[in-house]
């Protein structure tokens, strides 16, 4: 089993929608969370970062996690065909070494 | 604050050369990471530096693949000889809290 579990996709959704993006992984002693976008060619960018279970907020942005299902999320509102890329999840236990998911493309059409 | 810097963008080389990849981390940041990231999936942990020392080199290839951190400041990560397996994007990354910030990549294609 891997350590970080991610939906290759590709997920395509209209211009507009509620994207939802999700992670489970099963090492309890992850503590820490990260959402990355990687465009096409380009290194991954951090968009979220969260700690504790429950919900974090920024912008159209949404992370959850719940720790009791190791189940971690990412919404987007009101997707923009900008929003297609990469997403990875990423975690760690705080000791800085991060298993990353291996990311699922997101694609917004116009 | 500039970002994580590498050079080059781009290598193709024949299997069995030998090529070298050169990174620039966040200023400040002590830990610097290099990544192997296969088309389709994640990154994969090669080699992390704490400052000048290696912290975990694990999942490096030491055979063929060797990386240094002078200084504690930037690092160079080579591979010599080459297999057409090592076509992928090397990504350089550093962090000074938990937050990994990534450098643009370096494609590597080995033909």
């Known amino acids: 089993q891997k350590e970080v579990e991610q939906d290759p996709g590709p997920l395509s959704v209209p211009e507009g929608a509620i994207v939802s993006l999700n992670c489970t992984y099963s090492?309890?002693?992850?503590?820490?969370f990260m959402w990355y976008r990687q465009y096409s060619r380009k290194g991954p960018e951090l968009l979220m970062y969260?700690?504790?279970?429950g919900n974090k907020e920024d912008g159209r942005f949404t992370a959850q996690v719940d720790k009791s299902s190791k189940y971690i999320s990412l919404f987007i509102r009101d997707s923009q065909p900008s929003d297609s890329a990469t997403y990875l999840c990423?975690?760690?236990?705080?000791?800085?070494?991060?298993?990353f998911g291996t990311g699922t493309r997101l694609k917004v059409l116009a | 604050e500039a970002g994580v810097a590498q050079s080059p963008r781009y290598k193709i080389i024949e299997k069995r050369q030998s090529v070298a990849f050169w990174c620039n981390p966040i200023s400040g940041h002590a830990t610097l990471y290099w990544y192997q990231q296969i088309l389709g999936q994640g990154p994969k942990l090669l080699i992390q530096f704490q400052n000048n020392g290696v912290v975990d080199d694990s999942q490096l290839p030491k055979d063929r693949f060797s990386a240094e951190r002078l200084k504690g400041v930037d690092s160079t990560l080579k591979i010599q000889p080459a297999k057409l397996e090592d076509s992928a994007v090397y990504l350089c990354?550093?962090?000074?809290?938990?937050?990994?910030?990534f450098g643009p990549g370096t494609r590597l294609t080995v033909t």
């Open positions: 969260t700690y504790s279970s």
């Open positions: 990354a550093s962090s000074s809290n938990l937050a990994v910030h």
């Open positions: 090492n309890s002693a992850f503590q820490y």
């Open positions: 990423a975690t760690t236990p705080g000791t800085y070494k991060y298993i």
